[in-house]
Every structure is written in C-alpha cells, then in structure tokens.
C-alpha cells in the first residue's frame, strides 16, 4: 500500500523560501515518477514539477527557475525547495506518485496519470 505524507508548507511573506516533503512508504519507490501538483480555492489542480526514475525533471512555466524538485531515493522522500515565493504560489500543495511510462511533460498537465496523492500541505504566501 502507498502512503504518501507532505510537510513543510507555513505562510511566508513574498519572496521568502519554504522547502517541502513528501516522504512515501513505498516498498520500490525508485520505480516511481513523482510529482508536485498544487491546487488554489476555486482553481483547478496544476502541476508544479515532476521528476522521473532517473532523474529527469520539469516545471511549470510559473515556478522555473524558483522551484526545484529533488529527492533522495535512500529515505524515500521527496522535496520540493521553492524560493522567490509570490501570491500566487498560495495553495494546497499535493505530491502523487505514479509507474506510468508517458513523458514527464505530459503527467505535469495530466494528474489523472497519477494514482497515488498525499494529504496536502499549505502554502500561503502574503505580499
């Protein structure tokens, strides 16, 4: 069974930093995509990043160059440092993990591709 479990989200004022993580209890998680999706009141659910099994990564065009997504396969976790946070990064922040095969560009516009999602984590970012 996959358990996936965000942390890390706060309110932060704009420009400031937050890292989030998202540890997963699974038994072969090297063999999963995982993914940084978002989603704000009344807004549909965007993906933010998404990583592959070797390590490939892409972004949202609103988060380049101020998020990164990494993760350490030995504990299991992944991360999601943002920097230069704005307004619009407000929203609850959700990691999914997935062994479908499709490119990485096209699970960050499909979530339907992903199978497993964690509770959430809030971000809130204040001007």
């Known amino acids: 069974q996959v358990q996936l479990v965000e942390s890390g989200g706060g309110s932060v004022q704009a420009g400031g930093s937050l890292r989030l993580s998202c540890a997963a209890s699974?038994?072969?998680?090297?063999?999963?995509?995982m993914c940084w999706f978002r989603q704000a009141p009344g807004k549909e659910r965007e993906g933010v990043a998404v990583?592959?099994?070797?390590?490939?990564?892409t972004y949202a065009d609103s988060v380049k160059g101020r998020f990164t997504i990494s993760q350490d396969n030995a504990k299991n976790t992944l991360y999601l440092e943002m920097n230069s946070l704005k307004p619009e990064d407000t929203a609850m922040y959700y990691c999914?993990?997935?062994?479908?095969?499709?490119?990485?560009?096209?699970?960050?516009?499909?979530?339907?591709?992903?199978?497993?999602w964690g509770q959430g984590t809030q971000v809130t970012v204040s001007s």
């Open positions: 699974i038994y072969t998680y090297s063999r999963y995509t």
């Open positions: 990583i592959d099994i070797a390590g490939s990564t």
């Open positions: 999914a993990a997935t062994r479908s095969v499709v490119s990485i560009a096209t699970m960050l516009a499909h979530p339907e591709f992903f199978g497993y």
